[in-house]
């Protein structure tokens, strides 16, 4: 598969405040995909992303497509406690067969 | 439904010991896979399999075997066990072509001494 890079790696904020996490790909993706992994648990997915300039909403959170759908983000609107993990994007490349998954962006939350 | 489970929780080995990690679906996914989590590493493909009898590598390969007899087994097999090894597994599961939501086992924690 294909290599995507995420940033940032960490992210300390506090309560209330938003978070954002990029993925980025030299080579246009086929679709994308973000997961959240709590502390000590395993990655669960959240949502996947297929068209160019797509944008998705789960309560707090925006994930995009770029239009050239070389990046993607996850944006949390006021941060919880209960958003602390890490999240990871993860992408298929052309033959599907298998998914790749970035470095992911550590969250924390300060009460 | 289980969903994906992994047996065993924890283990630990010696340098030179084999082992095998259990990983099994009830969900009728044709494809599964295994990765391992090191600290600054993300999830980094080891070997998956498309459906009963079809293995591929992936990222990391070496030092791993795999099989797939079933379409609900896909066992991880470490020949030699080295300290490099020492990592958290997860095996996964998803539906197959077209369908990329992957459901993941809760994971087994290696030590190699």
Known sequence: GQQVMQIPQYQHVQEGEDFTTYCNSSTTLSNIQWYKQRPGGHPVFLIQLVKSGEVKKQKRLTFQFGEAKKNSSLHITATQTTDVGTYFCAESGGSNYKLTFGKGTLLTVNP | ?113
């Open chain 2, 1 to 113: 439904n289980a969903g994906v489970t992994q047996t065993p929780k924890f283990q630990v080995l010696k340098t030179g010991q084999s082992m095998t990690l259990q990983c099994a679906q009830d969900m009728n996914h044709e494809y599964m896979s295994w990765y391992r989590q090191d600290p600054g590493m993300g999830l980094r493909l080891i070997h998956y399999s498309v459906g009963a009898g079809i293995t591929d590598q992936g990222e990391v390969p070496n030092g791993y075997n795999v099989s797939r007899s079933t379409t609900e087994d896909f066992p991880l097999r470490l020949l030699s066990a080295a300290p490099s090894q020492t990592s958290v597994y997860f095996c996964a599961s998803r539906l197959g072509f077209l369908h990329n939501e992957q459901f993941f086992g809760p994971g087994t924690r290696l030590t190699v001494l």
